[in-house]
């Protein structure tokens, strides 16, 4: 799971240019093959060897990192958070065309990006999920089949809503091999790359090491429990406690 890539790399989640053509030279190495793209996998138990590249948010950044993985002729997943279309930092609508008819997989990253979506009402949910599947549907010319969560706080009825909505795979921020499934929709885990991962971990990651995606599960499992017990404060001290570092 990435977000942008950028000059400077500023943000947790934010990895320099050259910092991520190592990245995709190391994974290119590891796994010996394309990542595949969620329509791909049949059934809920996708081949062991598969891996897919997600991208969240619909920064600006997307062109030059599709660019990048079709030079190696490799498809990857953008996750659009449809509200901010165009607005300064984001792919605007032509862009996002420009992605799909590179043979990128194109889906929801929800429409307003709420901080807590666990949190929000089911009718909220369905909003979310709703208009941003219509939006890139409209956009785009045909239906979009996949999204993923945005803030990362997960819950049934997150799943819910999203596979009500109609997405059949939806991926979260669980660092977790184990491909789920909630009321017909897959629910698939990611690995969070960081501005200071490593391209030998992402590469392992990739690979499927288990070593690797432990590493990041008890720190998520503690995360998670942090937001639960501060509720809506959790942002803003994170923010608070990144600013200081």
């Known amino acids: 799971m990435y977000h942008h890539v950028l000059d400077p790399a500023e943000g947790v989640y934010t990895v320099g240019t050259e910092r991520f053509r190592?990245?995709?030279?190391?994974?290119?190495?590891?796994?010996?093959?394309?990542?595949?793209?969620?329509?791909e996998l049949t059934g809920a138990t996708p081949p062991a060897t598969a891996w897919m590249i997600t991208f969240d948010d619909g920064g600006s950044s997307g062109v030059q990192v599709a660019e990048e993985l079709s030079?190696?002729?490799?498809?990857?997943?953008?996750?659009?958070?449809?509200?901010?279309v165009g607005e300064?930092?984001?792919?605007?609508?032509?862009e996002v065309r420009a992605l799909a008819e590179m043979g990128h997989?194109?889906?929801?990253?929800?429409?307003?990006?709420?901080?807590?979506m666990a949190d929000l009402s089911w009718d909220q949910l369905l909003d979310e999920w709703s208009r941003s599947g219509q939006a890139l549907a409209?956009?785009?010319?045909?239906?979009?089949?996949?999204?993923?969560?945005?803030?990362?706080?997960y819950s049934r009825d997150v799943g819910r809503a999203a596979a009500r909505a109609g997405f059949g795979t939806l991926?979260?921020?669980?660092?977790?091999q184990r491909v789920r499934s909630i009321d017909g929709c897959l629910l698939?885990?990611?690995?969070?790359?960081?501005?200071?991962?490593?391209?030998?971990?992402?590469?392992?990651?990739?690979?499927?090491?288990?070593r690797a995606w432990a590493s990041q599960r008890t720190p998520w499992a503690l995360r998670g429990a942090a937001k639960r017990v501060a509720g809506p404060r959790y942002e803003r001290i994170r923010q608070t406690l990144l600013a200081r570092r």
């Open 105 to 116: 997989a194109i889906g929801s990253h929800s429409c307003s990006h709420p901080d807590r």
């Open 88 to 94: 300064a930092g984001f792919l605007d609508w032509d």
């Open 188 to 210: 698939i885990g990611r690995y969070a790359i960081r501005r200071d991962t490593p391209a030998a971990r992402a590469a392992e990651a990739a690979a499927g090491s288990p």
């Open 71 to 84: 030079r190696r002729s490799w498809r990857g997943h953008f996750f659009i958070q449809t509200d901010v």
């Open 171 to 176: 991926f979260t921020s669980l660092p977790s």
């Open 138 to 153: 409209e956009a785009l010319g045909r239906p979009v089949s996949t999204a993923s969560v945005p803030g990362g706080l």
């Open 22 to 39: 190592e990245h995709l030279d190391e994974i290119q190495r590891a796994t010996g093959r394309a990542p595949a793209l969620a329509h």
